[in-house]
């Protein structure tokens, strides 16, 4: 069963409200948003791993491994998580198999980006569009379910976005990969019309209809 939590970030602007949510994150998740020089990427960092807490507990840290791409996971226990933000929201996934998750902004995107790092069907679909709106809704659209794919594989960024075809089928997500031999399933939400966001599953199961918004 897969488990969706979003949250809006921005509350964790106010000083007062940062070093709240900030004090009971894991020491790792402290020093990682420490790392950041920006006060917004500290607070999606801060936000996102409160989506973990509200998911299975404020001991989320305390056997928290890595793996050697970076990719976290727990110790002693079948479950996987994965996290990613964007603009003011975090989004976390958890899972009782592999699962990545992703969500982007909507904005202004240079073409150029897709014909550098998209397989050469989705660069036709895109083409295939009419308006600049509609190239860009789908252009975040596939980004985001190629980088779930990806973060789900447990590769990440070492797997090429050109290495694999996502495509529709009756208007669902597919993937052709020659990865793992795997099958692997997909879920897009819309948060906003602001937001893509999509979640991977390397398991055949049940997406939630509706992601938890966790309020700050």
Known sequence: MIKLYLTDCSPL???DTYKKYYSVLPQIRKEKADRYLNVSDKCLS??????????????SGENVLF???????FENTPIKFNLSHSGNY???AVSGGDIGCDIEKIKEVNMKVA????????????????????????FFRLWTLKESFMKATGLGFRLGLSDFCVYFENGSPRVKQSVDGRNYYFKEYNIEKKYAAAVCSAAECDFPEKLNVIKL
Not at 46 to 59: D, F, R, S, Y
Not at 67 to 73: I, R
Not at 115 to 138: G, N, P, V
């Open 13 to 15: 602007q106010n000083r």
């Open 90 to 92: 975090a989004l976390c």
């Open 67 to 73: 793996e050697e791409n970076g990719k976290p996971y």
């Open 115 to 138: 014909h550098r790092f998209f397989f050469k069907e989705e660069i036709d679909l895109l083409d295939s569009l009419e308006s600049e709106a509609q190239k860009t809704e789908m």
């Open 46 to 59: 801060v936000g996102a791993w409160t989506l973990l807490n509200a998911a299975i507990g404020e001991k």
